[in-house]
Every structure is written in C-alpha cells, then in structure tokens.
C-alpha cells in the first residue's frame, strides 16, 4: 500500500513523510485542522508542525522520525504544533512504511491533539508540562481513577477536562462537585439527591449529580474537603457503585469514571485523622501532580500569547515585561498569571505592555509569596518537612538523580533510599 493511501485511511489528521522530513501527501483531516498550503515533496515536517528551520532533535525536542529510523518501530512524542487555533499540545505517531525490498521507504504521522477540553487548551511545552501530560494521556483512555495534586490555580479542572475528553466516556456527562464550603447535610443532598419530604423543603424528588454522572465521568473538585462524616458513604459508592438518595431506601447503582483534585496534602491529613486512609487509597490509583507556573517558566511566553489570543486585544509584551513576570514567583500559578494579562492588557493604552502595566509587587529582600515554600506556610515536624523539600526538588531540578544527589549533600543510595519512601 501507498504513503498515500495509507495517510488517506487515517480518520485523524495525517501526513506521510520521507526519511529526509519531506512531506509526501496530507490527508483531508490534516488540511482541515491545520489549513496551510503545503508544497508537496518541498515542505519539511519540522517546518510545517513547528516553525523550526532545522529537525526537532537539533531543537532540544524528541524526533519520533530519527526514533523510528534508529529502531525500525512505530515511535511517538508529544510535540507542541502551530494551527489556526494556535499552539497545542498533540501526540505524534508515527509509523514506518516499508517497500518492496523489506527496506523503510516512508513513514506516516498521525496526529491526536491532547489536553483539549470543553473549557480550553491546557498549554506548555517545558519538561514538567510534558511530563504530566504524558501521564493524562496514560491514563486518560482507560477507567483507572485519578487523583490530581498541585497547589491552587495550576489548572486541575482543565486537566480533568482533559482526562474526561480523551476517554471513552467523552460522549457521556462530565459532572463537577464542589467539594468546599457545603455543610454535611447540604453536600450529601447534592452528591446522592433527596426523595421528596425527605426534610423540611424537600417538596419534590431531586436527581444528585452522582445520579448525573452516570455513563460519563464524576470529577470531585477539592476532594479533601470532604466532611469525615460523610466520607464513609463516599468509600462505598467508590467500592459498590451503590448509593441511595437522602431519605430513600432502595439503593440505586450509577456508573461513572471518577477524578479528583486536591490542593491540600492527604497523608498528612490521613496521619492527622482528617481524612479516612482507605478512601485515599481508594482515590490514589494514579496520581497526577500538575506542576506549579514557577516551575514551568520556560511555559510562560506560551501561555502569555495565548492568554492575550482569548481577549482579542492585539497587543504584546515587551521584553522587560516578560523578564519582570519570569522573576515573580506567582503563588497564585496560572490562574493569577491569566489575570495580571487581563488587567495589563485594559492599562496599557498602545499596542505593547510594559512593565508598569503588569501591577507586580515585588516580594520583600529575604522573604517568598505565601505558599511558595516546597512545605507550605506552617510548621511542621522535620521529617515532614523534608519529604515535602525531595518530592519538591525531584520535580523542581530536571537532572539525572546522581547529579540530584550530589546537589542535596546524598549519596546516590540513600537518595533512592529516600524517594523510594515517599
């Protein structure tokens, strides 16, 4: 079979590329997505998808190309990729084609956007992006619960947007519970709904959103907010996938994919008796950390172009304004880098944003923002503290653990020794 009807089988968009990057053929799904003129047989792949002059491997990226050449498999990568919607995030296949002779004549590249939700596109292109991408699309085509952790506004609702979109519940609901600030009665009401005159006000049979989310995905926003009291209820909806309505008696069955999020730390929370130890076993089959914007700096250009597309503005950032807010510690993550744009972009009167725009504080000598310490804002016992300090520099420093290891004062063995504990 041809390159090109092979690129032509693909349902997804597609290309078929020669071992010198040249673009043989596009499918319709690609030229629809992408929309550019391609000069068939001219065009390289680098070029087209990313703007780069020279192959991904000379850009500091993965070539699935040379990673298919080298091992005469299928290979794949995740590539940010240029298209009239903008950057996005997409998972590269591809797949070596073989001639007559047995020899690899062509390959072709399917690509899946990934992390595309209903509420937008998670962005980034930096190595703790990457690497949690690559988890939620691990996880994302299988039913496995998840747990999301990271500190407040580092986008845990779009990334289980993410992992509800990329499932096979996609066509079914994704049903959001606001875990904070409900009391107990209140929340069980919403979670498992009420039979009519099942209390005072209750005048009319109420569907819960457990019910809601059957056939689609369940996602338990600030799950550590949870009421103990009513955790154990939760434990057995999560085992049985039974529940019953306030003031019902039959049990009712709902059948759904569940994830959670949580900015607060669970197993201290677990060792403190704030929260049951085996419901968060329960909820902790795949943890996911999505990493914080100070970690992520590289990202910041990205999401800035991206923040100031949404709002239609037509300006941009000068050069000591992007320095200025590289040096900001953001505690507030993404969430507050969105709204310093926002702000900045009704300030600023011409078509750049300067560094007055922005409306930074600048931190005060020998101080960080609340909640930029790898072990929060109290005090805790040591050994806490320097669990916390590991995981933070294991995620933090992107280097090969000997090299970790030297930098923390460890030899390699008590180093493995350590993380292995956490």
């Known amino acids: 079979m041809s390159a090109e009807s092979e690129v032509e089988r693909q349902p997804g968009p597609a290309i078929a590329i020669s071992r010198d990057h040249r673009v043989l053929a596009a499918n319709r799904a690609w030229r629809e997505r992408y929309g550019k003129a391609l000069r068939i047989g001219e065009d390289r792949c680098h070029m087209v998808s990313h703007g780069y ?13 040379r990673q298919a050449v080298e091992t005469g498999r299928r290979a794949r990568a995740l590539h940010v990729h240029h298209g009239p919607e903008g950057r996005s995030q997409c998972d590269v296949e591809l797949t070596p ?22 509420r937008g596109t998670l962005i980034g292109r930096s190595g703790a992006f990457d690497a949690m991408l690559r988890l939620v699309d691990r996880v994302a085509p ?26 096979a519940r996609r066509d079914g609901p994704l049903v959001t519970v606001e875990c904070t600030g409900l009391p107990e009665s209140l929340f069980e009401s919403e979670l498992f709904g009420h039979e009519k005159g099942a209390f005072t006000g209750a005048t009319t049979l109420k569907e819960g959103l457990v019910e809601a989310a059957n056939g689609g995905t369940l996602f338990l926003d600030e799950i550590g907010d949870v009421p103990l009291g009513l955790q154990v ?19 009712l069955r709902s059948d759904f994919r569940l994830v959670c999020a949580t900015n607060r730390d669970l197993e201290t929370m677990v060792r403190g008796g704030q929260f049951r130890e085996d419901l968060y076993y329960r909820i902790h089959a795949f943890p996911i950390r999505l990493p914080p914007l100070r970690a992520r700096l590289e990202d910041l250009p990205l999401l800035v172009d991206a923040f100031l597309a949404e709002i239609r503005c037509g300006k941009r950032l000068d050069a000591g304004a992007l320095e200025a807010l590289s040096s900001h510690p953001f505690p507030g993550n993404v969430r507050e880098l969105r709204n310093v744009i926002g702000r900045a972009a009704l300030l600023a009167d011409g078509d750049v944003i300067r560094t007055e ?58 180093l493995y020794r350590k993380l292995s504990e956490l």
């Open 53 to 65: 002059a020279t192959p991904c491997d000379q850009n500091g990226k993965v070539c699935p190309l």
């Open 97 to 118: 084609l073989r001639d007559g002779t047995g020899a690899i004549a062509t390959f072709v590249e399917t690509l899946v956007p990934v992390a595309r939700g209903q």
């Open 142 to 167: 299988s039913d496995m619960t998840v747990l999301l952790l990271g500190e407040s506004g580092t986008g845990k609702e779009l990334t289980a947007h993410a992992v509800h979109s990329r499932s």
């Open 233 to 251: 209820k939760l434990l057995r909806l999560l085992e049985s996938g039974t529940y019953r309505r306030v003031g019902g008696v039959e049990p």
């Open 357 to 414: 725009h922005l409306g930074l504080e600048a931190a005060p000598t020998g101080t960080r923002a609340e909640g930029a310490w790898p072990w929060g804002d109290e005090v805790l016992p040591l050994d806490e503290v320097e669990r916390r300090y590991l995981r933070w520099a294991a995620e933090q420093v992107r280097v090969g653990r000997p090299e970790l290891a030297r930098r923390l004062g460890l030899s390699e063995r008590t």
